[in-house]
């Protein structure tokens, strides 16, 4: 099993920068495909980003390519989010989530084993 933590949420203008880290604790770390999602008021859950075991293959929903980075750091137990050139509707409570299976949906929520408690990030235009 693996907890999951999220933070660096907060209020930024549209066009400014946050990034949201997520620590995890528990199982090993590397054992998991890790992923962002995201859930604006009154919206299902989107999926954001993924990030593979090593760090070295990223997925983008469309909306955030070009904008939006994930990363991971092994060695600190964290998946990291960054985000650029935010825009009003990027206002969002996000999630970090772990999956343990290979070969999946990366975009599928359902995919996802753990999810931590979610980190709000709110953007003004």
């Known amino acids: 099993q693996v907890q999951l933590e999220e933070s660096g949420g907060g209020l930024v203008q549209a066009g400014g920068s946050l990034r949201l880290p997520c620590v995890a604790s528990?199982?090993?770390?590397?054992?998991?495909?890790m992923g962002w999602f995201r859930q604006a008021p009154g919206k299902e859950r989107e999926f954001v980003a993924a990030?593979?075991?090593?760090?070295?293959?990223?997925y983008y929903a469309h909306s955030v390519s070009g904008r939006f980075t994930i990363s991971r750091d092994i060695a600190k137990n964290t998946v990291y989010l960054q985000m650029n050139s935010l825009k009003p509707e990027d206002t969002a409570v996000y999630y970090c989530?772990?999956?343990?299976?290979?070969?999946?949906?990366?975009?599928?929520?359902?995919?996802?084993?753990?999810w931590g408690q979610g980190t709000r990030v709110t953007v003004s235009s």
């Open positions: 989530a772990a999956a343990s299976g290979y070969g999946l949906e990366y975009a599928s929520a359902s995919n996802y084993d753990y």
């Open positions: 528990g199982r090993s770390f590397i054992n998991y495909f």
């Open positions: 990030v593979g075991r090593n760090g070295r293959k990223t």
